[in-house]
């Protein structure tokens, strides 16, 4: 595994950087030797925040992990981690036949006493999608007490998503072709 390590608001120490390496590091018997691994350390005043990002072709692993000690942040990050590749290795198996992942292939052929349950759809909903501006899909995301919205927009005629990010601000998801 190839290691891409950087801090924001943070220097990263060897210390952290072998915790990083060590404890992510022990997760290569999932990954081929050229996977990279993105790890960004960062601190916000009593929070200690790890962000790692796998990128496999056609998927992404990610996580984020906050806690008062960057140790205990890493150590939560590397098990997050396992439990997502152990937990989809059935979505990498089919892509690993496609050619698409870049996983070991001992790892996904592999079977699992501790199988977790397939994802199961308990719930379909259907609504009208009327065209608006983001603004305005904002507006209508507070009125519902939502996280997110699913609007047609006004402009583009495009399904977009409008969702609350931290710090009482809003994002936007546009589709890309």
């Known amino acids: 595994m190839k290691f891409i390590i950087s801090g924001k608001s943070i220097d990263v120490t060897p ?14 018997k999932y990954f081929t030797p050229e996977t990279e691994v993105h790890a960004t350390l960062s601190v916000e005043k009593e929070r200690q925040k790890i962000e790692i990002t796998i990128p496999i ?17 890493i ?7 396992e439990r997502q590749l152990k937990k989809y290795r059935n ?16 790892f996904v052929e592999k ?28 507006v209508q995301m507070e009125l519902l007490g939502h996280d997110f919205f699913v609007f ?15 710090g009482n601000t809003y994002g936007l ?3 890309e072709y």
């Open 57 to 73: 072709k056609g998927t992404i692993i990610r996580t984020e992990q906050v806690s008062s000690d960057m140790y205990v942040s």
């Open 15 to 28: 210390g952290l950087k072998a915790a990083v390496e060590d404890k992510i590091g022990k997760l290569e």
């Open 91 to 106: 979505k990498f198996r089919s892509e690993q036949q496609a050619g698409a992942a870049s996983l070991r292939t001992d």
């Open 152 to 166: 047609c927009n006004a402009e583009t005629d495009e399904v977009n998503v409008v969702y609350k990010r931290k």
């Open 173 to 175: 998801i546009e589709p």
């Open 75 to 81: 150590d939560l990050a590397a098990e997050v981690i």
């Open 111 to 138: 079977d699992y006493d501790d199988e977790e349950e397939e994802i199961k759809i308990v719930r379909t909903k259907r609504f009208d999608i009327k065209p608006m501006y983001a603004e305005d899909a904002c």
